[in-house]
């Protein structure tokens, strides 16, 4: 069972995530709380994934996603917000957001976003992918400086999720088991040296790899 904490100061919002979890077998509902000064405070550790606000009372879901990934450094975090602002995206990506959606993802899509982070991902709503690719094609110098040794079937897998392709489109796409994509991806975290797929879209993108 995953593990799962909300932080999210909206009450109706909060409330209908939490009904989402408790109804399902596949999660463990920890905690729900309705600012990041009480989520700093009293988080557990004990979760897996923490569905993380931006704006709320106090200090704000960007400014705690260092604060949370310093205190439990094994906690992944997505963000759950309306903001889709460039601002926004670039700086929960660097502060270390393991995922970043939109409110109006339908509970489907969540649960496949918790899914596919725990099994190493970056999930992402599609406009976000979009944005963060032309975001830091616009704003990051092209220079290629190291290959890393990736090699050609690994580079092709990272354009795909720099494009924002999932483990599932991945697979369909190259006529490969989701499991070699995952193993793949592995590998491409291991020499990037990176641990979610948007800091491995901010390097890649940094250092001239795509």
Known sequence: MIKISIIEDHAEFRTALESLFKLSSDFEFIASFSSANEAIKHLSGREDIVLLDIQMPGVSGIDALPVLKNKFPDLKIIMLTMFEDDTSIMKAILNG????????????????????????????????????????????????????????????????LIEGFDNQMIANKLFISIQTVRNHIRHIYEKLQVHSKSQAVVKAIREGLI
Do not use: W
């Not at 918790?114 to 094609?137: D, H, R």
């Open 97 to 160: 957001a393991n995922g970043y959606l939109l409110k109006k993802s339908n509970p489907n899509q969540i649960i496949e976003a918790i899914n596919e982070c725990m099994q190493g991902g970056a999930p992402m709503t599609g406009s976000i992918a979009n944005k963060v690719l032309n975001l830091f094609k616009r704003h990051i110098p092209n220079n290629q400086n190291n290959d890393y040794s990736l090699t050609k079937r690994e580079f092709e897998i990272l354009n795909l």
